[in-house]
């Protein structure tokens, strides 16, 4: 179908979700606002809006695909920017229940960018774009919509002023209002307020808490590795994700993760008593002597959150939502990032066939395309036996098949590649269960666990996220 123009598009949040929406609207509209409490411009470092942004970030491989895809050289900026990238497979060092996963190459480029540096390249090659504006400082109050409240019409704001000082109310007009807001989303208020139910809910308690220290190195504990990242399982609940910083390999971040109240200490002598319990000693080796660059600072996920949108039967016209607005992953997945390029490669394909967006075609896209990430990270979730939630048999089977993958993986590259491609959502997660894959898992999830030293020296393998 021949795209059509149209006239204005609003989005909420100038995040990761609402950058690639800008992105991809202003193919369509031939006026986008992006709105933002916080200020955007020549901004590099955490936002207030984005908190998580100070702890680690992955990428998983279907969003790094997404992102070029939409930023065609966004990863060779990041590479000029010294950000060096590598195979996800074979360039970090996972571990899972404590041993290390026999290094593969997937093909599936790994860009370990923290959040600010990724974010802010992303927002300049999407404010580069002609037709696209941002409203920085400025507080979303409301939607504005037709008398049938059929139609969402635009949306109230108040710009804050440079004094700190608010100024009068205004109204946006719109023909699409795209709610990129995040997991706090006002979208359900919104809709109940206007007359429409609010979406169902599920959701997992996960009761996560990262907490994050930067350092300089005495030593590189790297190597020609991206990161070493003991992945948290039931067994070894405790987890980490540690890289060097893009540009200097000499700093690098520190971010640990604890679950059900286990939370990594934010004073200096807990949080090191913390690394130091972590299943793999390289870590606190490399941290113990090095210079601490700041204090450690946590934050806290509580629950994994879907909204189920797909299953209104009413929606107004004009309103959409995306990210975390409408699923919220317990983040050490990281799949955060990836479901909304998901969410943005989904407006895409609706604004070829449809003048206006659909809701309802919409979110049942939005809703098959995340079924495989929620069901990584839910069933994942539910493999702790403390975590409430319904197992039903196939969770149970899942949960056990994939403890003995994790084992196997130790002595098979072809699981670990198998295991990447399919949390980096490239593969179906069935997948993992081809009759091919079954047999290897039984013959070598069986196998003598490597000794402590032989895991330490495993980098001789070649290299082992998001």
């Known amino acids: 179908m021949e795209r059509q123009r149209r006239d204005y598009a609003v989005v909420l949040g100038g995040s990761m979700a609402g950058l690639l929406a800008a992105r991809v609207l202003a193919e369509s509209y031939t006026d986008v606002t992006v709105i933002d409490r916080d200020e955007l411009t020549g901004v590099t470092s955490p936002r207030r809006g984005v908190p998580h942004g100070r702890h680690a970030h992955g990428l998983l491989a279907l969003g790094q695909r997404i992102l070029e895809e939409e ?59 002609p037709n696209v504006t941002f409203a920085e400082r400025c507080d979303v109050l409301g939607l504005e919509a037709t008398a049938g409240r059929d139609r969402i019409t635009g949306v109230r704001v108040r710009r804050q002023a440079g004094d700190g000082a608010e100024e009068a109310e205004e109204i946006l007009e719109a023909d699409l209002v795209v709610d990129a807001t995040g997991r ?100 606190f080796e490399a941290v113990r002597d090095a210079e601490p660059l700041d204090d450690p600072v946590t934050f ?28 919220s992953f317990n983040p050490v997945y990281g799949q955060g990032m990836t479901a ?63 403890a003995r ?15 990447i491609r399919a949390f980096g959502l490239i593969d179906s997660p069935m997948s993992l269960m081809r009759p091919d894959r079954v047999l290897r898992v039984l013959r070598n999830s069986r196998r003598r666990p490597a000794a402590w030293g032989e895991q330490r020296t495993a980098g001789a393998f070649a290299h082992p996220p998001g």
């Open 340 to 402: 909304a390029a998901i969410g943005a490669a989904t407006l895409r394909r609706r604004l070829r066939e449809e003048a206006q967006p659909q809701p309802r075609r919409f979110f049942h896209e939005v809703a098959a395309a995340l079924d495989a990430p929620w069901e990584i990270s839910a069933t994942s979730d539910l493999s702790y036996p403390e975590v409430a939630g319904r197992r039903t048999p196939k969770v149970r089977l899942i949960n056990a098949y994939m």
């Open 300 to 327: 806290r996920f509580p629950v994994s959150v879907r909204r189920r949108y797909e299953r209104l039967t009413r929606l107004p016209t004009g309103l959409l939502a995306i990210g975390d607005a409408v699923c």
């Open 71 to 129: 930023l065609p050289g966004l990863t060779a900026d990041l590479v000029e920017a010294g950000v060096r990238i590598g195979d996800l497979g074979g360039d970090i060092r996972w571990y899972f229940n404590g041993r290390r996963l026999r290094p593969s190459h997937t093909g599936l480029v790994c860009v370990p960018a923290t959040r600010p540096v990724l974010e802010h390249h992303v927002r300049m090659r999407v404010r580069a774009i």
């Open 184 to 283: 706090g989303s006002r979208t359900p208020a919104w809709l109940e307020e206007l007359g429409y139910s609010r979406p169902g809910e599920e959701k997992v308690k996960i009761g996560l808490a990262y907490t994050t220290r930067h350092y300089r190195l005495s030593h590189d504990p790297f190597g020609t590795d991206l990161g070493i990242i003991p992945v948290a399982t039931p067994a070894y609940p405790r987890g980490a994700f540690f890289y060097p910083l893009p540009g200097d390999r000499t700093r690098a971040e520190l971010s640990l993760t604890g679950i059900l109240g286990d939370h990594p200490p934010a004073d200096p002598g807990g949080f090191l008593a913390y690394v130091r319990s972590l299943p793999v000693p390289d870590i």
């Open 405 to 419: 993958l994790q084992d196997a993986a130790a002595h098979d590259p072809s699981l670990t590649a198998a295991l």
